[in-house]
T-cell receptor, first 113, second 114 residues
């Protein structure tokens, strides 16, 4: 039961370029979406979120885009930096964030200097 | 920046023993959660807790599991009789009582059942 899917297990990007991480979901009750970054031996760190009333949210180098009709969201990181190398998890919740998070499997981003 | 803290960072326990994992959520947060991640798998929801009671739980959270908020700061997960398949990273999270607020996670407890 994969309600949240991250189909790319890994991604390599040159430093300074754009990283684009993708996520698809199947449950139309989800209305709040989040991206987390995770380093080894640490917990998921919240990066950025978006509610379903928006189609874009930007915070510094990070932008999340939501396409509700396609049930697709993406995280853009620009410019990518070596410190961005980590596993990125997409997560979704319903009821404006008041239901438990459903996570994707994660995408390992490697930013090469 | 306030953070969720979890202890211990690593717990090794014999199968069949009880284990208690501890969490101190962010102080003004009112929603608390436990998740787990078995090696190589997704992060999975276990239980949520609000107003001193369980608000939601998953199929994983069976009678062997319990949660408690024994005082104003700690939030604990107890596994009564551990099984080999309980070996995982256990993450505690907390969030504010408002719409569209992110959950903030601790660094987890690695539970190893022998």
């Amino acid at each position: 039961d994969q309600q949240v899917k991250q189909n790319s297990p890994s991604l390599s990007v040159q430093e300074g370029r754009i990283s684009i991480l993708n996520c698809d979901y199947t449950n139309s009750m989800f209305d709040y979406f989040l991206w987390y970054k995770k380093y080894p031996a640490e917990g998921p760190t919240f990066l950025i979120s978006i509610s379903s009333i928006k189609d874009k949210n930007e915070d510094g180098r990070f932008t999340v885009f939501l396409n509700k009709s396609a049930k697709h969201l993406s995280l853009h990181i620009v410019p990518s930096q070596p410190g961005d190398s980590a596993v990125y998890f997409c997560a979704a919740a319903g009821d404006s964030g008041n239901t438990p998070l459903v996570f994707g499997k994660g995408t390992r981003l490697s930013v090469i200097a | 920046e306030p953070e969720v803290t979890q202890t211990p960072s690593h717990q090794v326990t014999q199968m069949g023993q009880e284990v208690i994992l501890r969490c101190v959520p962010i102080s003004n947060h009112l929603y608390f959660y436990w998740y787990r991640q078995i090696l190589g798998q997704k992060v999975e929801f276990l239980v949520s807790f609000y107003n001193n009671e369980i608000s939601e739980k998953s199929e994983i959270f069976d009678d062997q599991f319990s949660v408690e908020r024994p005082d104003g700061s700690n939030f604990t997960l107890k596994i009564r009789s551990t099984k080999l398949e309980d070996s995982a990273m256990y993450f505690c999270a907390s969030s504010e009582q408002q719409l569209n607020q992110p959950q903030h996670f601790g660094d987890g407890t690695r539970l190893s059942i022998l």
